[in-house]
C-alpha cells in the first residue's frame, strides 16, 4: 500500500513524523520518525477524486479526498488539508476528520464554515497553504487569489488578488487585495507578519506586510547571473 507516484506536499510535525501528500493515490502517507515505516495515514485509494458529505467525522482512514493538492500543520498538531474548493481538518491524535471550508455543491447541510456563492467564484483547488499562531490559515487556490480562513471564528477574508489569471503581475505599492498575482503555488510567512507568495507564472517572490501593502521581494529583473545582485534585478525561474 505505499506505493507513492506523486508526492505533492509534506509536512513535519511536533515529533518528527512526516505527512506527505500521494497525490496519485489519492491518500496521505506517514512516515513515522522512530521507525521508518510508511503507511497509509488518511484516505482510501479506491475512492479517488470523489466528495462524500458522509465522511465528516469519519476516521481519516476512511474518508475520501476530492483529491488532496496541500497540508499545513499548526503546533497543536492539527493537520489541514486542501482540496478541490475543500479544507478539512485531521486531528492527528484521533484521526478524526471534519470540513471547515466546502465550497462545493455536494457540501453536507450545516457544515462549520461552509460558504457558498460569490465566495466560492474563485475557489477552486487549494494548491497552498500556511498559518500563523493565531489561527489564521492562509490557503492559495489556482484562481490565482489568496484567502485567509480564520480557525477559531470559522471565517474567510481575501487576502490577495482579484481572480485575474495570467493577466501578468501588478498592484506594488497597493493593496494586496487589489494586485494582480499569477497563479501562487506557495506561501510562507515570517514573525513581523509579512505573508510572501510565489507568483508562479510572474516568476517572482512578493510579500505582503502587516498592512496589507504588496511588493516584489525577488525577481521581475533581466540580470541571468542570480549571484551578488539586488533580488529584484534577478530573473527567477528561467
Not at 3 to 25: H, P, R
Not at 45 to 71: H, K, M, R
Not at 117 to 136: E, H, S
Request: proline share 3%; net charge negative; hydrophobic share 35%.
Amino acid at each position: 500500500d505505499a506505493l507513492s507516484k506523486y508526492i505533492q506536499t509534506i509536512w513535519e510535525d511536533s515529533q518528527g513524523n512526516v505527512f506527505a501528500i500521494d497525490y496519485s493515490s489519492c491518500v496521505i502517507r506517514k512516515i513515522d520518525h522512530s521507525t521508518g515505516i510508511i503507511d497509509r495515514y488518511a484516505g482510501t485509494q479506491d475512492q479517488c477524486n470523489v466528495l462524500n458529505p458522509g465522511d465528516e467525522g469519519q476516521p481519516a482512514t476512511s474518508i475520501s479526498f476530492y483529491p488532496a493538492f496541500s497540508l499545513w500543520g499548526d503546533s497543536n498538531d492539527m493537520l489541514y488539508v486542501g482540496e478541490r474548493g475543500i479544507i478539512r481538518k485531521i486531528n492527528t491524535n484521533t484521526n478524526i476528520a471534519n470540513f471547515m471550508l466546502s465550497c462545493n455543491s455536494g457540501d453536507p447541510a450545516g457544515l462549520p464554515g461552509a460558504k457558498s456563492g460569490d465566495f466560492c467564484i474563485n475557489i477552486n483547488a487549494i494548491v497552498g497553504m500556511w498559518g500563523d499562531t493565531t489561527g489564521r490559515l492562509y490557503f492559495t487556490t489556482s484562481d490565482c487569489i489568496v484567502d485567509v480562513f480564520n480557525t477559531n471564528t470559522l471565517t474567510t477574508t481575501r487576502f490577495a488578488g482579484t481572480g485575474l489569471c495570467y493577466s501578468g503581475s501588478s498592484g506594488d505599492g497597493g493593496p494586496a487585495v487589489s494586485a494582480v498575482i499569477n497563479y501562487v503555488t506557495a506561501i510562507a510567512g515570517d514573525a513581523f507578519q509579512r505573508v510572501y507568495l510565489n507568483d508562479y507564472y510572474a516568476k517572482k517572490i512578493r510579500v505582503v506586510n502587516a498592512n496589507g501593502i504588496i511588493t516584489t521581494f525577488a525577481g521581475g529583473g533581466s540580470d541571468p547571473t542570480l549571484s551578488g545582485i539586488a533580488a529584484t534585478s534577478a530573473i527567477l525561474g528561467t
